[in-house]
């Protein structure tokens, strides 16, 4: 007999790709008005366990419930009938349209056949005010910060008047105050009977916002357990095993300054910034969403201009705004926006891994273009060098002997406007 304030079951999914098995035997089940985490380490399985619900992927093996009816997701129109709306870590938005166009995409209301572009940005106007943003419902998405965008991702997904709501590591990119606006939301639609999916590693946010958590580990559910389990208990039941010390404090040998930033100011972004890098160690640069983190290490490595200050690489002044010479001294950036800033979608991870040494791989057969009027075969056009997610961006700065590399959130320059 099944549970009436079911929502969702999932039995015994399996799902294989060539050479790798990603799920084998996967239980899991939602309740109304609960917030059930999804936890486990990277690569242990839970976005594709959560693209089989939002209908990316089907199973090989298993089968999926809703309401006690066993049903299957062919695409995401499958995934929004059954009332299932997902936020994915990686957003799904379309740049050069409004707010309010990308909230009800597909779905804009009508009057006399055209579209109610009155209507749909009033209704986008009260999404957006649910979720405590203040966004115009008529701005271009492509003008928004990391932190707006995923506030217009939830927007969406509550004009979509879901039963069951998977967000996938949310509040990765908020500040503190944004995490505490998301969990009143969250709060609120659990009072109103919503069944919410949530990943997250942060394991205090399981107990501050969960009812349940279920653990994956190795593609494998390993475990079902309160959300006020201690967190050794959570991190040994996603590892397989005791970790006494989760982070041990290691004391490393710290050689010599590599880089040296010096009074770094750009007038009302940043100010006066200064900080070394010794060979051995790694530097954070913290602060608040919009505090200049990322315009610092652009700045850096010469993706942006700076009004005053100095960049030196082992005691050398670094020309100011100048990529080729960052590179050449060793500098590379992973950008905060892998896939927009990164990664060159269409190409093949070889093709991104290799775009870092492209222009001294091209250097050699100029002579077979040169006069031509045509870009060496392969040449990436308008990209200066390419900038090549995580793995494959951070992959380009070894093939770059880089020997200084910041993080903001690869290797090469921004592509020419």
């Given at each position: 007999m099944s549970n009436p304030d079911e929502l969702l079951r999932i039995e015994g999914i399996r799902k294989t790709f060539p050479g790798v098995v990603a799920l084998d035997g996967v239980d899991f089940d939602l309740r109304r008005g609960e917030v059930h985490v999804l936890l486990g380490e990277n690569g242990a399985g839970k976005s594709t366990l959560i693209k089989m619900l939002s209908g990316a992927y089907t199973p090989d093996e298993g089968r999926i419930l809703a309401g006690g009816e066993?049903?299957?997701?062919?695409?995401?129109?499958?995934?929004?009938?059954?009332?299932?709306?997902?936020?994915?870590?990686?957003?799904?938005?379309?740049?050069?349209?409004?707010?309010?166009?990308?909230?009800?995409?597909?779905?804009?209301?009508?009057?006399?056949?055209m579209i109610?572009?009155?209507?749909?940005?009033?209704?986008?106007?009260?999404?957006?005010?649910?979720?405590?943003?203040?966004?115009?419902?008529?701005?271009?998405?492509?003008?928004?910060?990391?932190?707006?965008?995923?506030?217009?991702?939830?927007a969406k997904a509550l004009s979509l008047d879901a039963r069951v709501l998977i967000m996938d590591e949310p509040t990765a990119v908020l500040t503190s105050e944004e995490v505490e606006k998301l969990f009143a939301i969250v709060r609120k639609l659990r009072e109103d009977g919503v069944g919410i999916v949530f990943i997250t590693h942060h394991l205090e946010e399981i107990a501050a916002l969960g009812d349940r958590v279920t653990v994956i580990r190795d593609g494998r559910s390993v475990g079902q357990v309160p959300a006020s389990t201690p967190e050794d208990e959570l991190v040994r039941l996603m590892v397989g095993r005791s970790i006494e010390q989760q982070y041990p404090r290691e004391q490393p040998e710290k050689g010599a300054a590599l880089l040296t930033v010096e009074g770094?100011?750009?007038?009302?972004?940043?100010?006066?910034?200064?900080?070394?890098?010794?060979a051995g160690e790694v530097v954070g640069i913290?602060?608040?969403?919009?505090?200049?983190?990322?315009?610092?290490?652009?700045?850096?490595?010469?993706?942006?201009?700076?009004?005053?200050?100095?960049?030196?690489?082992?005691?050398?002044?670094?020309?100011?705004?100048d990529v080729n010479a960052a590179?050449?001294?060793?500098?590379?950036?992973?950008?905060?926006?892998?896939?927009?800033?990164?990664?060159?979608?269409?190409?093949?991870?070889?093709?991104?891994?290799?775009?870092?040494?492209?222009?001294?791989?091209?250097?050699?057969?100029?002579?077979?273009?040169?006069?031509s009027g045509r870009p060496p075969p392969?040449?990436?056009?308008?990209?200066?060098?390419?900038?090549?997610?995580?793995?494959s961006t951070y992959g380009r700065c070894p093939a770059a002997t880089s020997r200084r590399s910041s993080s903001a959130s690869g290797c090469s320059p921004t592509p020419r406007s």
């Open positions: 066993e049903v299957r997701i062919h695409g995401a129109q499958d995934s929004e009938r059954l009332g299932i709306a997902t936020i994915y870590q990686e957003f799904n938005l379309v740049p050069d349209l409004t707010v309010a166009e990308n909230i009800f995409l597909g779905r804009q209301p009508r009057r006399l056949g109610d572009r009155k209507r749909m940005e009033a209704d986008a106007e009260v999404l957006l005010a649910r979720v405590g943003v203040d966004v115009s419902p008529r701005a271009r998405v492509r003008e928004l910060g990391i932190a707006r965008l995923q506030m217009v991702e939830i770094l100011t750009r007038d009302g972004v940043f100010h006066d910034v200064s900080f070394e890098v010794h913290a602060g608040l969403v919009g505090a200049g983190r990322t315009e610092v290490v652009r700045a850096v490595f010469g993706a942006d201009p700076y009004d005053k200050g100095a960049v030196k690489v082992a005691g050398a002044a670094l020309r100011r705004h590179m050449e001294a060793g500098i590379g950036l992973i950008p905060e926006d892998r896939k927009g800033q990164g990664l060159v979608l269409d190409a093949s991870v070889e093709e991104n891994l290799g775009l870092v040494t492209l222009r001294s791989a091209t250097a050699r057969d100029s002579s077979t273009s040169r006069g392969g040449s990436p056009g308008s990209w200066a060098c390419g900038w090549p997610d995580s793995a």
